[in-house]
């Protein structure tokens, strides 16, 4: 099939042989009246199909000594199938089946919704805060989130499911991407697929900036504060704001200690480094990003570290030697993220679907080396005069309003 990107690593030696098919839809790709579908497609994966039953395609998988994921985020869906060589073909069947031919049986549908409430129930807080960021900064679009509104529990059925997939799930969307075996295979593999040929355009994203708040009683106060960065459109840029954002903050590098990044030392000099763990984010999309920091923080120093971090955020300090290290520990991470499989493949989907091409671990690192501390220094820049984003869940007794960052 023309339309379909074919990637894989047959060079690199693993235990056991991983495929996955990756569509470019998301949450981005809902409307308001359908927001949740998302979520309620990354459920239904594995469910009865027009060659399958739910159980035969469990039993089976089981029986082979496989595993079918299905995981999104907000411009994509994978569906991947980790299995041993000696039984890829029985099992690449029932990828097919999950990823291409689905029918969303609505009694199926229904017996899902416990695991929805579950899943909603155990949100983590710091995961709850990014989706109220990216509702606040983007509206729509990126701003859906990646788990269902519980008004919608019980709403999405089989006609807004079916939709989405017809819609979203084309060949000029899809990428098929390999660790562990050959190129031929998976190739024959891709041929297979049976997809629609229609190139349906997403609507461009939006930032617009602004606040959300939800109160309530708790032992902490957790804030996310933003401004709209680059997207992964502009190569170059994104490399350099990913370097900034390991310059100023990336959390402890030691288990059970302290940081000492520069974001950390700001803020420590208005709080007990005991009281709050704050931590600096860059999230590159498409057509748009969002480069912040997190904190969690006891209520009494939240509004403090919030406005120190953020006048930070605004106008950072940066020395060359704090870039230098910004680019080693990048650099580190995309060679550490190599020696894994499962983190190798997830860094081929995407880059598969947004860029076309997979470049090499050494590649990566070579045009991280070509970053200058102008280039970075350049980008820090632009956030002084960026209009924030802010995010805040817990006791927010202290914790100010965007309008109060300077």
Request: charged share 20%; aromatic share 8%.
């Amino acid at each position: 099939m023309q339309l379909l990107q074919l990637l894989n690593a047959p060079a690199l030696q693993f235990q056991s042989f991983k495929c996955c098919r990756v569509i470019r839809a998301g949450s981005r790709n809902e409307t308001y009246d359908t927001q949740g579908t998302a979520h309620h497609l990354r459920i239904a994966a594995g469910l009865s199909t027009c060659r399958s039953t739910c159980f035969g395609i469990t039993r089976n998988i089981q029986q082979l000594g496989g595993n079918l994921t299905a995981t999104t985020d907000r411009e994509s869906i994978a569906y991947t199938l980790q299995i041993t060589r000696n039984n890829l073909d029985r099992a690449l069947t029932f990828l097919e089946d999950v990823a291409t031919q689905q029918v969303f049986k609505p009694w199926e549908i229904s017996d899902q919704l416990p695991r929805l409430r579950y899943e909603l129930s155990m949100i983590p807080e710091t995961t709850r805060i990014m989706e109220l960021l990216h509702k606040a900064a983007y509206h729509n679009g990126l701003g859906y989130s990646l788990y269902s509104p519980k008004r919608q529990l019980g709403k999405i059925g089989t006609e807004t499911l079916q939709h989405f997939v017809n819609t979203w799930f084309t060949g000029s969307k899809c990428a098929v991407v390999a660790t562990g075996v050959s190129l031929s295979d998976m190739t024959q593999f891709a041929s297979n697929l049976k997809m629609s040929s229609e190139d349906n355009t997403m609507e461009p994203t939006k930032y617009y900036g602004g606040e959300l708040r939800k109160e309530r009683s708790s032992e902490l106060s957790t804030v996310a504060v933003a401004v709209e960065a680059v997207s992964l459109d502009k190569e170059k840029d994104a490399l350099a704001c990913a370097v900034l954002q390991r310059a100023i903050s990336s959390g402890p590098r030691v288990k059970w200690g302290s940081s000492v990044s520069p974001l950390h030392k700001a803020a420590s000099g208005v709080a007990s480094t005991d009281q709050f763990a704050l931590s600096a984010f860059n999230a590159s999309y498409s057509d748009s990003g969002l480069f912040g920091f997190i904190l969690s923080s006891v209520p009494a120093v939240a509004g403090s570290v919030t406005k120190a971090a953020a006048a930070y955020l605004r106008s950072p300090k940066l020395s060359d030697a704090d870039i230098a290290r910004g680019k080693i520990i990048l650099k580190a991470e995309i060679l550490y993220a190599a020696d894994n499989d499962a983190t190798f493949l997830e860094n081929m989907r995407q880059q598969a679907i947004f860029k076309g091409r997979v470049y090499k671990p050494s590649d990566l690192v070579a045009k991280v080396d070509k970053i200058t501390a102008t280039e970075v220094k350049s980008i820090a820049g632009k956030f002084a005069s960026g209009k924030l984003s802010m995010a805040a869940i817990g006791d927010l007794c202290t914790v100010p309003y965007v309008d109060e960052l300077k």
